[in-house]
């Protein structure tokens, strides 16, 4: 069973804030749409030009595209019945979300 993320971070020099893509995996969890799916691609794929407005290094970039790719592939797969939105799935955005701010964000732009 999906546990909501209750995880806020703000990224103060950049002026936004990740806690509403927590919002939408939560609501993925919940709704399990194909609807809610898109919502969340779409803050995802805006919070990441936001970040990407600014410069990355490379290997940060590559984890945006990484993860677009993935998030493409199963919106495909969601839509023609061949995947559905399993905790499995649910589980995997949310680490990859808290990983990547963990690991790559943080590091990249300071606390």
């Known amino acids: 069973?999906?546990?909501?993320?209750?995880m806020t971070i703000v990224i103060a020099n950049l002026g936004f804030n990740a806690s509403g893509l927590f919002v939408?995996?939560?609501?993925?969890?919940a709704e399990r749409t194909?609807?809610?799916f898109e919502d969340l691609a779409g803050l995802v794929i805006a919070h990441f030009a936001d970040e990407e407005?600014?410069?990355l290094p490379e290997g940060h970039l590559q984890q945006h595209k990484d993860l677009?790719?993935?998030a493409t592939d199963l919106l495909g797969k969601l839509k023609s019945g061949a995947a559905t939105l399993d905790d499995a799935?649910?589980?995997f955005l949310k680490n990859w979300l808290k990983n990547h701010i963990k690991s790559t964000d943080i590091p990249t732009y300071g606390k």
Do not use: E, N, Y
């Open 53 to 55: 407005k600014i410069g």
């Open 89 to 91: 799935t649910v589980d």
């Open 1 to 6: 069973m999906h546990t909501p993320c209750k």
């Open 24 to 29: 939408a995996i939560d609501r993925v969890a």
């Open 34 to 36: 194909v609807q809610s």
């Open 68 to 70: 677009l790719a993935v």
